[in-house]
Nanobody
Framework: VQLQASGGGLVQAGGSLRLSCAAS??????MGWFRQAPGKEREFVAA????????LYADSVKGRFTISRDNAKNTVYLRMNSLKSEDTAVYYC?????????????WGQGTLVTVSS
C-alpha cells in the first residue's frame, strides 16, 4: 500500500495550490490531510468520506481549503486558497476505514508547502 503526495511548493501569501495524493494497493473509505509545521505537532487539516458527501475541516482552514476525491483514480485532493504564512508545513495524506476524525492506518511521505509573506 502506498500513498504518494504531490503538489507542494513555494507560493506567495494569498496564492493557491492544489495537493494530490494517489493511493495504490488499497482503497480507503476515509481519506485525510494533515500537516506539521516546523517545531509543532502534526495537526488535522481536512478529511473526506468515500462518497464525498461528508467532509471535515479544521477551523483554521474552513472557507479556504477544499478537499475532494476521485475514486476512479483512487486520489484525494486538497485545494488551498488564500494561503497564509501560517499554512507553511509539510502536508501528509492518510487513508483509513474509520471515522473522518479518527485514526488513519496508512500515511504518505509528505509534501512541503511554503507560503512567503
Amino acid at each position: 500500500v502506498q500513498l504518494q503526495a504531490s503538489g507542494g511548493g513555494l507560493v506567495q501569501a494569498g496564492g493557491s495550490l492544489r495537493l494530490s495524493c494517489a493511493a495504490s494497493g488499497r482503497t480507503f473509505s476515509s481519506m485525510g490531510w494533515f500537516r506539521q509545521a516546523p517545531g509543532k505537532e502534526r495537526e488535522f487539516v481536512a478529511a473526506i468520506s468515500w462518497s464525498g458527501g461528508n467532509t471535515l475541516y479544521a477551523d483554521s482552514v474552513k472557507g479556504r481549503f477544499t478537499i475532494s476525491r476521485d475514486n476512479a483514480k483512487n486520489t484525494v485532493y486538497l485545494r488551498m486558497n488564500s494561503l497564509k504564512s501560517e499554512d507553511t508545513a509539510v502536508y501528509y495524506c492518510a487513508g483509513g476505514w474509520g471515522t473522518l476524525s479518527g485514526n488513519y492506518d496508512y500515511w504518505g511521505q509528505g509534501t512541503l508547502v511554503t507560503v512567503s509573506s
